[in-house]
């Protein structure tokens, strides 16, 4: 089963520095089932060369880093399929581990859509792609989807655009890359960013 939710994958406390500066606290949500993993997905697109780059973190209930991929996706024209592609390999990386209850974060408007079947894929590819999608989203028991704020998928991002100058694709268990430590404990402490960096 699949529940779209919308939601900024951020905490909503605010608080306001001298008369007029507005600042929100951003941390990691534990997910709503309490069994639930957390996977967040990202790309990386630049359009002049077409290549772009796919990221993915898995997190467990507690936030302890489980997996993570990166990836280039080459010859690649639009950031909507590379958005796909990165949401793709990060079910894979989930079903893999046998994870049942799931709850899915990214940032593409259009791909959050695409999943509530409230905008149809604009190429066939992208429909081929879709329909992966949805076949690995069938496979979990349940599954939460939601679209977040960029600065809540920082660790995605950060391995999207790794990602982008790889030559294959590389996976993490266990030990997460070096490049994305520092954000993934950040996620857990939360940071206070201003109101129009939201």
């Known amino acids: 089963m699949v529940v779209v ?4 994958g951020a905490s909503r406390a605010m608080a306001r520095v001298g008369t007029s500066i ?10 709503v089932e309490p069994d639930a993993w957390k996977l ?15 990221g993915c973190v898995l997190r467990d209930q507690n936030a302890v880093f489980v997996a ?9 024209n639009n950031p909507t399929m590379a958005h796909l592609v990165a949401l ?32 149809m894929p604009s190429t066939p590819s992208m429909a ?27 660790a995605a991002n950060v391995l999207a655009s790794t990602g982008r100058r790889l030559e294959e694709p590389v996976h993490w268990t266990d030990e997460p890359p070096s490049d994305i430590v520092t954000i993934l404990v950040t996620d857990v402490i939360g940071q206070w960013v201003h109101r129009h960096d939201q």
């Open 5 to 8: 939710k919308r939601s900024s």
């Open 22 to 31: 507005w600042v929100r606290h951003v941390s990691w949500i534990p997910p």
């Open 40 to 54: 967040n997905f990202a790309a990386y697109f630049i359009d002049e060369d077409m290549v772009a780059g796919t």
């Open 68 to 76: 993570a991929c990166a990836g280039p996706v080459k010859k690649c």
């Open 88 to 119: 793709e390999q990060g079910l894979n990386v989930a079903m893999r581990l046998g994870v049942d209850y799931l709850e899915v974060e990214g940032e593409h408007p259009d791909v959050i859509r695409m999943i509530q079947r409230t905008l």
């Open 128 to 154: 081929t792609l879709l329909d992966r999608c949805f076949d690995l989203l069938d496979g979990f028991r349940k599954v939460m989807v939601r679209r977040i704020h960029h600065l809540s998928n920082e």
